[in-house]
């Protein structure tokens, strides 16, 4: 049915009018009884319904568009029906489409945002409301900074979409919450050995190839034996299953400890499979199956070992500050570390108590070699009564 429609009322660019349409059994022309606006923005005309019978309330939608437009932000009737879950939708599609690793922890995210605005249309979602979700998370729930921060970079990720697909004409401003919780822990030997003796048999290869390699957690745990050649003496990550998407190669021929840890893992799966006719394709199991975490064990194991606090990360750290000790390029760390960007490997590159003592040590000696004592200036104390002189000046 095509509708004939006639203007009631212009105001500028814009006017209110009940559409008009002709009944095909009489052939007379008929006026709907809900008033509809028109206006134009961008050079595109747009009508839209009041969904009302009362013309007052069709001239107040108008006039709220015309200062939407005025102020450069048209909401529009589309925009008006987002809501939350829309949001999150295009958030979880955007993941999946990017092939995005990290989508598990922006669901646990959106979870949380869920328990605030999940009843919400985006508008309603203002920066009043994301301070008071921050009041929330931060003093009743108790949550983390960095959780925070995260749940709020998700949040902006939401509507930073929805403004490109053309779903909303404008973002609200979501606040950032400044985190400072860079750690800075690494493993001296002693303390790595005494975490490995408290740890279950079957984590033990894995605390040591993080150990040796500084590799990241999640990396060890899906480690396969096809990622492994011991003729050419490799163990590799494919192009991306890394964080930053890259691939990697750590050559293990001329590192005897991490070779033996291989080699005896190696061992050790071979006879399992023949024991139980299993097919083990993980470097790194529990009698067979792939570790998922080891949270719990890894808790226990630091308190025992009195260093309590620690994480599996630390490793990543501690392997940093081992290659800066041997002197190895960072450029070739950087390559077997899977760092991409200089800054944060420098950040990693930890100095402790042992390593201050020494360089002062080294300046000490080098000053020694110059001329000792000698070199430096004696301090003469002044008689008693040279300085009553200079006071009484």
Sequence with gaps: MKAKEKQKRDRGSGSIFQPEWKDKKTGQYRNSPTWWIQYHYRGKKIRESSKSKNRADAVKLLNRRMGEMGRGRLIGPEAEKVTFEDLALMLENDYKANSMR????????????????????????????????????????????????????????????????????????????????VRTGFFEEPEFRSVLAHLPEDLRPVAEFAYLTGWRKQEILKLQWRQVNFEAATVRLEPGSTKNDEGRTFPFRTYPALKSLLELQKERTDALQQSSGMIIPWVFHRNGRRIKDYRKAWKNAC????????????????????????????????????????????????????????????????????????SFPKVVAFPERALDKVRTK
């Design 102 to 181: 990290s989508l598990d922890r922006a669901q646990d995210a959106i979870v949380h945002l869920y328990g605030s605005f999940g009843l919400d249309r985006a508008l309603d979602i203002t920066t009043d409301r994301v301070d008071g979700y921050i009041v929330t998370r931060r003093n009743t729930e108790r949550a983390k900074p960095a959780t925070i921060h995260y749940e709020l970079a998700i949040l902006k990720r939401m509507f930073s979409l929805a403004v490109q697909k053309a779903k909303l004409n404008h973002k609200p401003h979501i606040p950032s919450l400044e985190v400072r919780n």
């Design 303 to 374: 308190a025992k070992a009195g260093v309590p606090g620690r994480i599996p990360h630390d490793f990543r750290r501690t392997a940093v500050r081992n290659l800066e000790r041997a002197g190895v390029p960072r450029s070739v760390a950087m390559k077997l570390t899977g760092h991409k960007t200089e800054s944060v490997y420098r950040r990693y590159a930890i100095v402790s108590e042992s390593d201050l003592a020494e360089g002062v040590a080294k300046l000490a000696a080098l000053h020694q070699a110059d001329g000792g004592e000698a």
